[in-house]
């Protein structure tokens, strides 16, 4: 009885203790050990990939103006984009599609005289075909990163795809290589990846699992390079809660198989309603809580997935790449629809990153993610309006996570308060760490919590830093975003709300805030 009083006394005095404390009790907690003596698999750079299709600006524009445009531009690609680029140190860049891919014949994309066809998939528009594979492979160059392209499966010939293949990678004196000399490129290109089609369970030719799987045998048999050179092949896989696809490719197709695609988007709308799924701005809190709800679910998927491939492939010889991702809005008005076009705010610099935490915790068999897409579409980086450019919280965001990249993954053990809103909750926390390539810890935090600051407490074992620095990105609103008019109005700015204390990192999350902080 005695006993029973004192605790009650105890816990009395501490509820007083707490709500006379204001910061302390308008905060969420959570607790975290990281194990740096325990390192893990490495975190492949090409996880913060992107892609860009021939779709609305997002290559016309965006990236490509021609020589000739009034826009600054290095031999046609604009000058702004290419450097915001190269300062992103965008591992790999997935083209031409999409949708588009199965669509796009690689011939009308090389010399002089190039036909003007029809975007079909991206509202009806005629395609100039003048940014092709020169320009594209030139670019990827240009901005250091690896090339991944999308051959046509729905409407092309085995032949037509081993022969893109040839005419970029061969070294060999022939009538297709000629033809690339006399378009002025002499030594052969790299390609790092190739898939054999996109999406075709949908608009890649609404194919059945079983049907596909063959065609990928087919077509793989025939993607020949010279020694060395040969890509990764990708297999077209499913999406959402369809980890059929997987299941047949992984269990049928044994030759070639270097990886399966995966696709997700991420919708505000609950019962993921296509033609009304939210608005990129102005969105209640019910719509920022019922996005990261259906960011997160990317992870019951992906383990679904790798589930199945562990069964098949337990020595994780075969990748799952989620060649698209990201967050998909209803478009901007005034725009046409057909483009996609969408702001960026806060709220997809909070998704991106407990999406790329996602990713990490899988590093052993998701070894690619490219975020849709890179300029001007959906989750863009950097959006442009003529001559004007700007980046995104989400550029952001990516800009945050270089030192990720190649990084080796320490696990990192999770308490988390839940962040609740309107019957749907997540956790409050998302935390990700690091050895960075340089040795340095890196420890990424996001705070899902619009309104609450969040305080985590962080044990590290296996290693003493003894200083830490760090960056963080927030804003006023659940919307803050950066426009033509204010294009830095969301920026990242150095972070003070870090101390060490001896083993114990004591940190104070801004709500909605990103932060990555460096240890030494
Ligand atoms: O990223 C936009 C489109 O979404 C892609 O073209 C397609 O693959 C997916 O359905």
């Not at 293949?165 to 052969?188: C, E, F, H, V, W």
């Not at 059945?208 to 077509?219: G, H, K, M, W």
């Not at 696709?263 to 990261?292: C, M, N, Q, V």
């Not at 901007?332 to 057909?338: E, H, I, L, R, S």
């Amino acid at each position: 009885m005695t006993n029973q009083r004192n605790l009650a006394l105890v816990a009395s005095w501490l509820v007083a203790l707490l709500a006379a404390t204001p910061a302390f009790a308008a905060s969420q907690i959570a607790s975290a050990t990281i194990h740096a003596e325990r390192p893990g698999a490495e975190i492949r750079p090409e996880i913060f990939g992107q892609f860009s299709e021939h779709l609305g600006s997002g290559i016309y524009g965006g990236i490509w103006v021609g020589k000739d445009s009034p826009i600054p531009n290095t031999d046609g690609y604009r000058t702004d984009v290419l450097a915001a680029l190269k300062d992103l140190h965008v591992p790999v860049v997935r083209w031409p599609g999409g949708c588009f891919a199965d669509e796009y014949h690689w011939r009308d994309g090389v010399g002089a005289e190039r036909p003007v066809t029809i975007n079909t998939n991206w509202g009806g528009v005629p395609e100039s075909n003048a940014f092709g594979t020169h320009e594209f492979l030139n670019f990827a160059a240009l901005i250091g990163a690896k090339a991944y392209i999308s051959g046509n499966v729905g409407t092309g010939t085995p032949r037509e795809m081993e022969e893109w293949l040839q005419y970029m990678t061969s070294d060999q004196d022939t009538t297709l290589t000629r033809l690339r000399r006399a378009n002025g490129r002499d030594k052969p290109w790299q390609i790092a990846y190739f898939a054999i089609g996109n999406e075709t369970w949908g608009c890649g030719g609404n194919m059945r699992p079983e049907y596909y799987a063959d065609l990928f045998r087919r077509y793989a048999a025939f993607l020949k390079a010279p020694p060395g050179a040969k890509p990764l092949i990708v297999a077209s896989g499913g999406y959402d809660g369809h980890p059929e696809w997987t299941k047949t490719l992984i269990s049928t197709v044994r030759d070639n198989l270097g990886a399966i695609d995966f696709h997700y988007y991420t919708l505000p709308s609950p019962k993921r309603d296509w033609h009304h799924k939210g608005a990129a701005t102005g969105f209640p809190e019910s719509e920022w809580i019922s996005t990261l709800v259906s960011a997160l679910k990317l992870d019951v998927y992906l383990k679904q997935n790798i589930a199945i491939m562990d069964k098949y492939d337990p020595k994780k010889k075969v990748a799952l790449f989620v060649d698209e991702w990201g967050n998909w809005y209803d478009p901007t008005p005034g725009g046409n629809p057909g483009f996609l076009p969408q702001q960026n705010t806060l709220r997809d610099a909070v998704t991106a990153a407990a999406s790329l935490d996602i990713f990490m915790a899988h590093a052993d068999r998701v070894r690619m993610a490219n975020i849709s897409q890179m300029v001007n579409v959906l989750q863009a980086m950097i959006l442009t309006d003529g001559p004007r450019m700007l980046l995104t919280p989400t550029y952001h965001v990516f800009h945050m996570y270089i030192p990720f990249q190649g990084a080796t993954y320490l696990p990192t053990e999770l308490k988390t308060s839940r962040y609740r809103f309107g019957g749907f909750s997540v956790p409050t926390v998302s935390v990700w760490a690091a050895r960075a390539k340089d040795g340095s810890l890196e420890y990424a935090l996001t705070n899902l919590d619009p309104d609450q600051a969040a305080k985590v407490s962080t044990r590290i074992v296996g290693a003493a830093p003894t200083r830490v620095t760090g960056i963080a990105l927030t804003g006023p609103a659940m919307d803050s975003h950066n426009s033509f008019d204010d294009s830095n109005s969301v920026h990242p700015e150095p972070f003070t709300g870090a101390e060490l204390h001896g083993d114990r990192l004591e940190v104070t999350l801004p709500p909605k805030s990103v932060v990555v902080l460096t240890l030494n």
